[in-house]
């Protein structure tokens, strides 16, 4: 229920504000991020957020203002692009997520 109130504070709070004033050119390097559609390009934004959040949970907060929790969840188990053990376990506990079900999520135990 806290999550709905903040995503709608958010929501509120972003108004008409770019790509570029909601995360940092860096996350975009290779793209004009004014030229994204948040709609046609969601394929790209989520993904490209999702596996270079910074450990900035700020930047997980404007996605979520964007996106609906279940299409985040579902990109971020499905997306080639995030990988790093220490990465998918914050996005799987954000999210309540099995860190196992993300595509390059390495199991370690197996070597100990």
């Known amino acids: 229920m ?3 109130v903040k995503n709608i504070s958010s929501k509120k709070r972003l108004g008409s504000r770019s ?5 940092p050119a860096v996350m975009f390097w290779d793209v004009n991020m004014d030229m994204l559609s948040l709609n046609r390009d969601k394929d790209f934004i989520i993904p490209r957020v999702l ?3 910074m450990d900035n ?3 997980l907060d404007n996605l979520e203002a964007i996106y609906p929790i ?3 969840k579902s990109f971020a188990i499905n997306s080639n692009e995030i990988f790093g053990n220490e990465i998918i376990e914050h996005l799987a506990k954000r ?6 079900d993300f595509k ?3 199991d370690f135990s197996q070597y100990a």
Request: aromatic content about 24%.
């Open 2 to 4: 806290k999550r709905v």
């Open 19 to 23: 790509l570029s004033q909601l995360f």
């Open 51 to 53: 596996g270079r959040f």
């Open 57 to 59: 949970n700020e930047y």
């Open 70 to 72: 279940d299409e985040i």
């Open 95 to 100: 999210y309540h997520l099995n860190p196992f």
């Open 104 to 106: 390059k999520y390495i």
